[in-house]
Every structure is written in structure tokens, then in C-alpha cells.
């Protein structure tokens, strides 16, 4: 059949496809309709049916150009591209004049000759998820380098000239032994599905040895990978085979851990982040990350160490700042864990997580803040902190100075050997005020105590935010008094011990119908007992204290000694009721005119002030609407996260 047999007409013939390095197949030819010969004739390439390239056969060609009658221009050119053809053999593509597809003949079998005809000599030495390497050369003349290119799923991932140098081919004797080529695949190869790495001569189109090299999805951690560990590690019976079992599975749990905490720090995107901002280049700019370090996770219901913790995390978010938490002694349950995150915060843990230090380890250099909660994680994580972190700003928070309740409580319980502890935390608390960047307190009181034991320290006052729940019930449908603490702590005890066995009784005296409520958590047999005692009622701990506050005319604090802004009075200001304090109770708190008459230093002047108190609704209004407008101004979101700025800020 000549070229001009074809059916419905059309001459064609297909001259020539070639190999184009990072391209793909060129195909050139001819093809014209001799019953129309003013259209140009438009060629199509398919692959496995499916067509990939098409063009319009109007290129002059010389050899067609029939003066008078023909201007030549029935030639055509079209590339079928890599990432279209399925197949690196070129007998694969189908070349037809559409519409009716009709086939076009070649001239020969595909071609791919260069100028000379190339000797390959190559081998694939490496070829995983992250890596590809190995070597080519032309035999017929080692002098010029060849082409490589990579191939994932049938799509062109990489392509370079392989000329890096390979010692082990030039002390073999092949040539200068720059015939090598090394890919590293970043991000590497997805393992959730199956994969085909094609490694090709671009030159010839040849795949290398062995190419193509298939990598199925890797196993699941399933139940069924489960059962099978499970299966082999209960097989294990000597005691060196179980010894090398343990060391094996202790090695890849730490393997596990530390890619769990590079995916955590976000290594990758910082990386990525510092160089493009070394080359001036744009660069998506990632929030700077705090990191909250306490005993437990906060939990505003139990004291208010954690209303003070949680409150300056919200502020570090408010403020732009990614914000996480660790607890250093009692991991936090999954409903806390839940909260926390629910709240826009990461809450690190066991199992990649179990210790303070392995986060710090972990994560080495990818916190921009520490904030450390009280003075017990100061003194175990600052040097850890300033070491894995040595570019992160390392703040300490003072929940209450421990000297200072230590020594009030010597005097008052009358025992010397707590001068002797008071001693030794007050260099504690000194040593970290000094190796800190920046030292968090409450009360402007210990601010000035602070700063004048060490000069150096950057000390600074951060209140916490105290929300204003629904004002208190009309006055006359109020009854009772009420101390709410936190009783494990033992400036609570001894002030409930002395409520109740000395002012209470002066307070009955003159007004036997008061009754006081004891609220609280962590309460002891000795608190649980004074319910026997007249007019005392112990609740224990209230899930919606806000709606008890409601319900009673006023709190009382009758501290002798502690240290530190009490939750207490700022809630029960909040609440809008007064609150009768000792000096000790109301330390650093602002006292405007009407709050200063709720201040007793007797137990006299204690019950007093409650009597009247109890009895008196106008004064009792006045002092409560005061006490709230004090929380709004002084105890806001907007002071909080004014104040924490300037802790963050670098000086």
C-alpha cells in the first residue's frame, strides 16, 4: 500500500520519532487530503488510545513543494510528553489524521539515534524513598556525559546531566569517572500507596538496569501488625534472645520519638523559613512558640496558681504566640488533654513525651519562649531550658515567694526550724530570678522584694484575667457567710482552724442567726470535723461556685500569714461582695476607699466588720459595686496581655 492507499483519502507518512531529553517523543511527517487540497489535514498522537499531542500538518516542506500546484506546506511536528506517555517505547504511540482517526504509516521502527550510535553502560546503586544514585556512560565515547532522567508513576520528577564524579569507576579505569548521578527526594516517597521509579538515558530513551523499580505502600499499623508483634515477642523464651528483643524495640520506640519531635517542632517549615529569609526571598512567617511548664495542667476550680497560668497562656495566644503546656508531676487526664486543646492549645504527653526533658530534648531549639510555673520547675528546668533553648526567652512565674509565707508562718505558728527552710528558698527563688531572662509576679509587693534582693533581675507584674459573673441575688434573699480555699495549702488551714475556733464564736455572739459555709477542695478530716462545730456548714468542693457567690452577703479571708495576690478576694470581688481580710489576705490587691473597711488585723475587728457587713445592705452594695468595677479595670483581658507583652518583648 502506498502512502496515498490510506482510507478516506489521506497521503501521510510519519518520517521520524525521536527521543527529546526532558521532553518527551517528537514526532515529524506529512500528511495532506488530495480530494481537498486546501485543508491542512490536523495529526494526532495516541497512547494506548488516548490521544496526548495533536498539530496541524501546514510546515512548508521542500520535498513536497510542487510549483503551480502545491505550496509544500503539508508538514507537521508534535511532541507526545513524558508526563502523557505511559510507555517508554515509542511503538506504542499511534499516529492518525483526524476526525476519523485514520493511521498513518512509518517509515521505519521508531528512531532515537543521536548523531552516533550509543553504547550504554550504566548501573542504579542506590534507589529509595529518599534517595536515588548511580552512573551511566556512552562507551563509544566515554568523553560525553549523557542525560539521566527520573520518572515517578510515569511523570518526569528529576533530570540532569550525570558528570558527578564516581572514584570507585575511574580507579576501575572508566574514563575520569564523572559519569555519576545522585538525586536526593525531598519530600521522599509518600509510603501510603504503591509507586514505580523509572530511571532513563534521555538520549535513547533506555531504561537503566533494573529500572523500573516498584515500591509498594508500606504495611499499616494495624491490629493485624499488632497481633503479629504481639505473636513474636510471646514466643521469645531465652533470655538473651528477649535482652535483644528489648534493646530492639527500646531503639525504635527513641527512632519514633524523635521523628514524632521533629514533626512537632516543625523542623522542616523552620528550616525552610530561615533560608529563604537568609536569601531575602518571601517567606510565610510562623508564630513564635511558648512553652508553659507546670505541675499539673491548670484547672481554674482548684486554686489560683491556675487561674494565673491559664490566663497568661490565653494572653500569649491573644498575642500572636503558638501556644503548648507539659505538666512536670501528674500527667494530665484525656477530658483535661481534651479541654486544653479544645482551648487552642497542644498539651504534650506520654507516650513521645513522658518527661519535661525529653519535650526539651526533643525539640531542641524550637521554642522561641519557656515559661516555668513556680519556683519547684525554675530550680529543675531553667538550666535545661537555657541549654536545649539557648535562643528562647526564659521566663519564671512567681505563684506566691515561699520565703516570705515560710517566715510569716515561723512566726505565727512559732516554729524556728521554718526560718531554716525560709533560708534555703530564698536563694532558690534568687538563683532563678538571676538565671532568668525575665521573672513573673503578682503583687507589686514582692515585685520591690524581689528586685531589691537581686538588682540585676528583670522582674515584672502580670496580673490574671478574673471574668465578672452575674451580679449577687437582691440582698434580702442572701444568707450565710463563706470562706472559699484551696485546703491543701496551709495558709487555708490555719485560717479556717482560727475562723472557726476564734472569730466565729465573737460573731455568734452577736448575731447567732450567721451561718458559715466552709468551699473548698483538698479539705482534710480536721476541716471535714468542724462541721460538728455550731453555725458551720462544709460544702466542700462546689462545681458552680459563681452560683454559690450568688446566694450568700459576703466572704471572709482570715489569713495570718502566706504570700502572693489571693484568688479568693479577687473572686469574691468579682462577684460584687465584700470580702472582710486580714493585711496578709488583701497584700498587693488595690484598696480603694470603701474596701479598706472590710480590713480586720483582730479577731475583734474580724467579727465586727462581718456583723455589720451581714447586716448593712447599702454598705454592703457600695463596697460590692466598687470591688467589681476594680476587677474590670484592673484584672481585664487588655491589662493582662499589656503586661505579658512587655515580659515577651527583647530588651
Known amino acids: 500500500m502506498s502512502s496515498c492507499d490510506t482510507p478516506s483519502w489521506i497521503c501521510g507518512f510519519i518520517d521520524d520519532i525521536r527521543f527529546q531529553p526532558s521532553r518527551g517523543w517528537l514526532v515529524t511527517g506529512w500528511a495532506f487530503d488530495p480530494t481537498t487540497p486546501d485543508r491542512r489535514v490536523i495529526v494526532a498522537a495516541l497512547c494506548s488510545g488516548r490521544e496526548v499531542a495533536r498539530a496541524e500538518a501546514s510546515i512548508a516542506r521542500a520535498d513536497l513543494l510542487r510549483p503551480g500546484v502545491d505550496d509544500g506546506r503539508r508538514g507537521f511536528e508534535l511532541l507526545a510528553p513524558l508526563d502523557e506517555v505511559h510507555a517508554h517505547n515509542p511503538a506504542a504511540l499511534d499516529v492518525v489524521a483526524l476526525p476519523e482517526r485514520t493511521p ?59 558528570n558527578a564524579l564516581r572514584t570507585d ?43 523500573p523499580f516498584h515500591f509498594p505502600a508500606s504495611h499499616r499499623f494495624n491490629e493485624t501488625f499488632r497481633q503479629h508483634v504481639a505473636q513474636t515477642l510471646a514466643g521469645l523464651s531465652a533470655p538473651n534472645v528477649r535482652a535483644d528483643a528489648l534493646t530492639f524495640l527500646i531503639g525504635q520506640v527513641e527512632k519514633l520519638r524523635q521523628e514524632q519531635a521533629r514533626a512537632d517542632a516543625r523542623e522542616a517549615e523552620s528550616v525552610a523559613h530561615e533560608r529563604a529569609r ?29 487561674c494565673a497560668i491559664l490566663s497568661h497562656m490565653q494572653a500569649a495566644q491573644a498575642l500572636g504566640h503558638e501556644v503548648s503546656f507539659i505538666a512536670s508531676a501528674i500527667e494530665p487526664d484525656a477530658t483535661t488533654r481534651h479541654t486544653l486543646e479544645e482551648g487552642g492549645f497542644r498539651c504534650w504527653a506520654a507516650p513521645t513525651y513522658p518527661m519535661v526533658e525529653s519535650l526539651l530534648r526533643g525539640q531542641a531549639g524550637a521554642f522561641n519562649a519557656i515559661y516555668l510555673h513556680r519556683l519547684s520547675n525554675a530550680s529543675r528546668y531553667l538550666a535545661l531550658a537555657r541549654h536545649y533553648m539557648p535562643g528562647a526567652r526564659i521566663i519564671s512565674s512567681v505563684a506566691d515567694l515561699a520565703h516570705l509565707r515560710l517566715e510569716r508562718q515561723a512566726v505565727v505558728e512559732g516554729r524556728p526550724e521554718l526560718r531554716t527552710a525560709a533560708g534555703q528558698e530564698r536563694v532558690r527563688e534568687h538563683m532563678a530570678a538571676w538565671a532568668s531572662h525575665a521573672v513573673i509576679t503578682h503583687s507589686r509587693v514582692e515585685a520591690d522584694i524581689l528586685a531589691r534582693a537581686v538588682p540585676t533581675a528583670n522582674v515584672y507584674v502580670v496580673p490574671w484575667l478574673t471574668r465578672l459573673p452575674p451580679e449577687p441575688m437582691p440582698f434580702h434573699e442572701r444568707r450565710s457567710v463563706a470562706f472559699v480555699a484551696h485546703y491543701g495549702h496551709a495558709p487555708n488551714l490555719d485560717a479556717a482552724k482560727w475562723l472557726v475556733e476564734d472569730i466565729l464564736p465573737l460573731i455568734r455572739e452577736a448575731a447567732p442567726e450567721i451561718e458559715l459555709l466552709l468551699v473548698g477542695s483538698a479539705m482534710p478530716d480536721a476541716i471535714v470535723r468542724m462541721d460538728e462545730a455550731p453555725g458551720v456548714r462544709v460544702l466542700g468542693h462546689v462545681a458552680e461556685l459563681p452560683t454559690l457567690l450568688r446566694s450568700v452577703r459576703l466572704t471572709v479571708a ?66 460590692g459595686a466598687v470591688a467589681r468595677a476594680t476587677i474590670a479595670q484592673q484584672f481585664n483581658a487588655e491589662i493582662v496581655e499589656h503586661a505579658l507583652q512587655r515580659v515577651l518583648e527583647r530588651s
Open 104 to 162: 498513518l504509516p512509518r517509515a521505519a521502527v521508531a528512531t532515537a539515534a543521536p548523531r552516533h550510535e550509543i553504547r550504554l553502560r550504566a548501573s542504579v546503586d542506590v534507589v529509595g524513598r529518599t534517595r536515588i544514585a548511580g552512573w551511566l556512560r556512552d562507551e563509544a565515547q566515554p568523553d560525553q556525559r549523557l542525560n539521566v532522567a527520573i520518572l515517578l508513576d510515569d511523570v518526569v520528577l528529576r533530570s540532569a546531566v550525570a
Open 278 to 306: 537568609r536569601l531575602g526571598a518571601d517567606a510565610e512567617e510562623t508564630p513564635p512558640r511558648i512553652l508553659f511548664i507546670d505541675d499539673r495542667a491548670p484547672d481554674m476550680r482548684r486554686d489560683a496558681g491556675s
Open 169 to 211: 569507576l575511574r580507579d576501575t579505569g572508566l574514563g575520569d569517572g564523572r559519569y555519576g548521578f545522585d538525586f536526593v527526594l525531598s519530600p521522599p516517597l509518600p509510603s501510603d500507596a504503591d509507586h514505580a521509579i523509572t530511571i532513563l538515558c534521555e538520549e535513547t530513551g533506555q531504561p537503566l538496569p533494573g529500572s
Open 558 to 623: 482570715p489569713l495570718r500569714f502566706g504570700a502572693g495576690i489571693k484568688g479568693k478576694v479577687l473572686e469574691s470581688w468579682a462577684a460584687g461582695l465584700p470580702c472582710v481580710a486580714t493585711p496578709i489576705a488583701l497584700e498587693g490587691l488595690p484598696l480603694p476607699a470603701p474596701l479598706e473597711s472590710c480590713l480586720a488585723r483582730t479577731a475583734r475587728e474580724f467579727a465586727d466588720a462581718v456583723v455589720r457587713l451581714y447586716h448593712d445592705a447599702e454598705l454592703s452594695a457600695e463596697i
